[in-house]
């Protein structure tokens, strides 16, 4: 669904930038290509706005802020990759990356999050599959309008294919509230089979604890990560069956502030210099979650 939402997007935006050239370009040229670079801007004025906003607010908490220029180098790395992300690859390439499995492999399982899809897997998928480790990307549905549970469905059944095809459980790498919809589904699993179904759990960029900005969420699934929501209360923290390694930053312009990205009793890694989506394609993120998989295969 959601690649269908983006598709929509970038055509409404296309036909907006012709329309307007169309209309004034012959006599007032300037003003034709102002408008167009106005609307191609439009992304990058609202992340500049949640940049402002993930600043306030963690200044109002009294938490340490990167430098301005750290922030600022953040917001337009982040920019030029939320352009590519949700202007070409999720819209326009959500399968071009199929699964990979190998018998008797500790595989990835990737967990895309909010307003996403598989695709933004993309580079990581490529990357596995040029050094012979398996993988499996999942699109996570309802994408709109349902509740973080109504997701669990689509990653147990991925999890379960992984499993039955390689023998072995695998790494899980969930990216923002894919991480919520990982531990929404090991709450619901047996006891006896956490383990046999996930071998460690890297969340980069989940809102355990929710996130600031979600309080201005009026829909689901967006309302179950406010601070402190319900839905959170009832999920309570992750059991000891599953380890967990949490990745986040001081510059994420989503989940703010970084210490709601955290568990009790995980692996906490926190950066200073990566925006959200980037942290999801951060090398030091990757490296590490190469390493473990090394780590689990020859355990």
């Excluded at 990058?44 to 993930?54: D, I, R, S, T």
């Excluded at 590519?84 to 499995?101: E, K, N, S, V």
């Excluded at 899980?172 to 990982?182: D, K, P």
Aim: net charge positive; aromatic share 10%.
């Amino acid at each position: 669904m959601n690649a269908r939402i983006w598709r929509l997007v970038v055509v409404l935006n296309g036909l907006a930038a012709w329309a307007w050239l169309a209309f004034w370009w012959r006599g007032h040229p300037v003003l034709a290509a102002a408008g167009v670079a106005v609307l191609a801007c439009g992304a990058g004025l609202q992340l500049g706005v949640q940049m402002l906003l993930m600043r306030s607010a963690c200044r109002a908490r009294g938490l340490a802020m990167p430098p301005g220029w750290t922030l600022l180098k953040a917001w337009w790395a982040e920019w030029r990759l939320s352009v590519y992300l949700f202007g070409w690859r999720i819209p326009f390439r959500q399968q071009a990356q199929p699964d990979r499995l190998y018998s008797g492999q500790v595989a990835l399982v990737l967990v895309h999050g909010y307003f996403c899809n598989r695709a933004v897997w993309a580079s990581w998928m490529r990357q596995l599959k040029a050094l012979g480790i398996g993988c499996a990307a999942v699109t996570l549905e309802p994408a709109q309008g349902g509740s973080v549970d109504a997701m669990v469905k689509d990653l147990d059944s991925c999890v379960r294919e992984v499993v039955r095809r390689t023998g072995r459980a695998p790494l899980i790498v969930a990216h923002s509230l894919g991480g919520l919809v990982v531990r929404a589904w090991l709450k619901v699993l047996p006891a006896e089979e956490r383990a046999q179904l996930a071998a460690h759990v890297v969340t980069v960029a989940t809102p355990h604890h929710g996130t600031w900005l979600a309080r201005f969420a009026h829909r689901l699934p967006a309302l179950d990560m406010r601070e402190r929501s319900p839905w959170l209360q009832r999920l309570g923290p992750p059991g000891a069956d599953v380890a967990f390694s949490c990745w986040c930053s001081r510059s994420d312009n989503i989940v703010f502030p970084p210490e709601l990205a955290q568990l009790a009793g995980s692996e906490v890694h926190v950066v200073d210099d990566a925006a959200h989506m980037q942290l999801l394609h951060d090398a030091r993120v990757r490296a590490y979650c190469l390493a473990l998989r090394e780590r689990l295969q020859n355990a």
